[in-house]
């Protein structure tokens, strides 16, 4: 089956770094991958659609040159948080579409928390 | 767009009893439906899904028929194991043309199976 990887699984940091998050289709090319936040007991939240060679695509209320988006190739999707902060603690997960498929795949999360 | 609503939780059975989450929808057309498992500390993962009105979808003993006149997709399995424990999240395409799109997401509902 297709498999889709993040890495890193968790990662801690201070306030004020940045943090870089890949997602990775293993066995099949993604020319669309999606990018998802999940609050605890929540729902995911959709953050942005990140298209093969082009920009990416931001939900209303989620900030852009916050959570920078580049998919360089059909095969990796990475999300980088810039300056975080406490409040950008969460679970991101990311979803990779494989053409004719039923429907998305989706990574095994990162779980992202910021002192 | 299209929008899902979803049994709240958390539910909590003892193994072997009969579970049901309610699913509700509101769509254009008649888009394909799904259910989806996250396991603790895990990605999503798709469960069972149903792509036209009175399809049944199935696996693991779980089922889901596609109701379109009441807009319904309730999620139901006869006997609960504890490795059943889980979140469950009801979805849908997000947009009228279904296909490769971004998916919205029902809050999730809690399961927890007691021995």
């Known amino acids: 089956g297709a498999v889709v990887s993040q890495h890193p699984s968790r990662v801690i940091c201070k306030s004020g770094t940045s943090v870089k998050i890949e997602c990775r289709s293993l066995d099949f090319q993604a020319t669309t991958m999606f990018w998802y936040r999940q609050f605890p007991k929540q729902s995911l939240m959709l953050m942005a659609t990140s298209n093969e060679g082009s920009k990416a695509t931001y939900e209303q209320g989620v900030e852009k040159d916050k959570f920078l988006i580049n998919h360089a190739s059909l095969t990796l999707s990475t999300l980088t948080v810039t300056s975080a902060h406490p409040e950008d603690s969460s679970f991101y997960i990311c979803?990779?579409?494989?053409?004719?498929?039923?429907?998305?795949?989706f990574g095994p999360g990162t779980r992202l928390l910021v002192l | 767009g299209n929008s899902v609503t979803q049994m709240e939780g958390p539910v909590t059975l003892s193994e072997e009893a009969f579970l049901t989450i309610n699913c509700t929808y509101t769509?254009?057309?008649?888009?394909?439906l799904f259910w989806y498992v996250q396991y603790p500390g895990e990605g999503l993962q798709l469960l069972l899904k149903?792509?036209?009105?009175?399809d049944k979808g199935s696996n693991k003993g779980f089922e889901a028929t596609y109701r379109k006149e009441t807009t319904s997709f309730h999620l139901e399995k006869g006997s609960v194991q504890v490795s059943d424990s889980a979140v469950y999240f009801c979805a849908l395409p997000g947009g009228a043309q279904g296909g490769s799109e971004k998916l919205v997401f029902g809050k999730g509902t809690k399961l927890t199976v007691n021995p």
């Open positions: 149903a792509t036209k009105a009175d």
């Open positions: 979803s990779a579409d494989r053409r004719g498929a039923e429907t998305q795949y």
């Open positions: 769509a254009t057309g008649y888009p394909s």
